[in-house]
């Protein structure tokens, strides 16, 4: 909307240089100003969120906040350039001096000579063609190109937006006349019309930097695999194994993507380190003859031992597993375990991850070999352990760590069989969606479809039953060039909030900010804004 106002100002400046026409330029110009300031918050908000993140997770999401910290220091180079620019044409059509600035910000009410068209256009266009706005539309150029580069030219809308948005293209002929980008936008224009216009500069910068961070956020959890966790881990009924019995283990990536088949090898591997300081880790010898491939069953390797004639005492193995990424390249970890052909011994395998989630069920299986289920009691150090047989439910009370002990009653006697210690970790937060999307372009109607906000939980999050309550939000819309804020203490879309829905344009976007919901555990998790955006 001020975008408009702006235009219609410009045309009818064209018809007749008047006070009114000068002064409304004045109240443009502060609209953009707000609408910029804005932009600014909700990019501090963006960068707290990259900063929490990278803490949390350095190695996922440390890259993402480096490359956020770049388009800030970019975004606010350009932005201080532009500033510095109004502030040189005011300086020299007022004077040193003069009250139309104070402490670095233009005061447009207290410029004297807002209809001054010579100075604007010898400091922007120059004498001889070569004044600052040549360098005004390089640094703009540059701008765009380097945010284009951070999204690849293959995602067309977010490019395309930028170049619409930082667009400094020469305009096309009129009536014969040929025009630059310069002499079109500072040439022949009173003071104070050519100041909004570096105003709308300026919020343009904000918001391309806005749509960036929205675009490298997202990347935090697009990344290389449909998971947040990589980690090979063995998971064995039991590393102590009874001369006879057969030693079986499942071989996979935690947390694992059941669509995604995983080749596991088995052997010896050695390693060597790139130019680029990372890890390849490769097989030795002949496949079939130097090592092996085991069968995969529902995304997990399943590695097979009969010990009949082994000796006892300790048995190594291991080698590498294989996982194909999202650009087709394959990511390769080692891997390494054992087992022991020997006595009885205890055997704790979580069924589902491997750590236990605070206020859930977590299911665990328990098991001593040689012993039956009935002879067998289980107790825990943080919270409640329940069930019968081999399976049992593991409620911790507390983060942090719990231990599982086990022991067996024989011969009317009790004897400790030894413990597994566990890490305990809060349940994670969810993800806020709306019409079943984080994020991202959505139409009217999918969005008042929808009764309101739903948390989500993360994918690789394989619990069932957990759920969490949305208890509020800020619901955010650009209403005519100013930000329209209406609270929300459920869920819900309140009938506020679909009429100003129903009254936004296609390429609007609309903010649910200051998420709050509540999980299994009691407590208040703060979630991250969700944007969407109106086709």
Known sequence: ???????????????????????????????LTKTTENFSSRNDVYYAEFNRAAAENPVKAGPW????????????????????????????????????IEEGEIIGDEIGKKDDMDKPAEIMIG????????????????????????????????????????????????????????????????????????SKMQSDVRNAESEILNYLYGQIEAGSFTFNLLEPVVIANSNHIIRGNQYNASVFMAAFDTTQQPIVYVGRYDSTVTDDGTVQYNMIGEEGRDYQTIPIEGGKGVYNVNTAGVTTGWKPWGGIISLK????????????????VAEPSLVV???????????????????????PASAISVSINNGRISGRGTNYNVVPTRTGSARVSVSVRENGRTRSMGYKDFRVEKVPDPTPTIAGAPGGTLTLNQILGEIGLKAS???????????????????????????????????????????????????????????????????????????????
Do not use: C
């Open 325 to 340: 990424n999202m650009d087709g390249s394959f990511t390769n970890k080692p891997f390494r375990s054992g087992f022991t």
């Open 127 to 198: 004498a001889n063609k070569d004044g600052k706005a040549n360098d005004l539309r390089q640094a703009l150029d540059e701008f765009r190109d380097f945010l284009i580069s951070i999204v690849g030219e293959e995602n067309e809308e977010i490019r395309h937006s930028l170049e619409s948005s930082l667009d400094t293209s020469d305009p096309p002929p009129k009536e014969g006349e040929i025009l630059t980008w310069q002499e079109f936008h500072f040439e022949h224009w009173p003071l104070v019309a050519v100041i909004t216009l570096m």
């Open 457 to 535: 939980m993360p994918e690789w999050f394989k619990f069932g039953g957990v759920s969490y309550t949305i208890t509020g939000y800020t619901f955010t819309a650009i209403v005519q060039g100013f930000d329209k804020n209406i609270p929300a203490t459920s869920a819900n879309l309140s009938s506020e909030m679909r009429e100003t829905i129903r009254n936004l344009r296609s390429g609007s976007r609309i903010y649910f900010n200051d998420i709050t919901a509540v999980g299994p555990d009691g407590s208040t998790r703060y979630l991250p804004t969700l944007s969407i955006k109106i086709r």
């Open 1 to 31: 909307m001020i975008g408009m106002m702006y235009l219609v100002l410009l045309a009818l400046l064209a018809l007749n240089v008047s006070k009114e026409v000068l002064d409304a330029f004045v109240l443009v110009d502060e609209g």
């Open 65 to 100: 906040q480096t490359k956020a910290l770049e388009v800030k220091r970019r975004s606010d180079e350009l932005y201080h350039y532009i500033q510095d620019l109004k502030l040189e044409l005011v300086t020299a059509t007022e004077g040193e001096g003069t009250e139309a």
């Open 349 to 371: 395998s979580p069924t589902q991850m491997l750590v236990f989630y605070q206020a859930i069920d977590n299911p665990v299986e328990v098991s001593v070999p040689g012993y």
